[in-house]
């Protein structure tokens, strides 16, 4: 029973995304049970083929980070990682 979540923003999160199925079909199962589009949310956009714009046609956003240069970047960490990897001298 998730009644008691309706009229909240739902986010979906997943390390990656590349055919785009796995957010698609969630997405559309909480479409059936009532729920607006959610906001989805990626670390790694590989998005193969038209994965991108499915997953935009059944989602209210797609947002990922920088780790893989995409237009849905929105998430700045490529700074960060480049910093662990060669700290200051």
Known sequence: DLSRWQGRTVVLVD????????????????AALGFGRPMCLTVHALFADDAYARLLAVSQAVVSTDTVRHVSNAIPV???LAAGI???A
Do not use: H, K, R, Y
């Open 15 to 30: 390390d990656m995304i590349s055919s785009g199925n796995t957010m698609i079909v969630a997405a559309e199962q909480l």
């Open 78 to 80: 490529s700074g960060l």
């Open 86 to 88: 060669n700290p200051p």
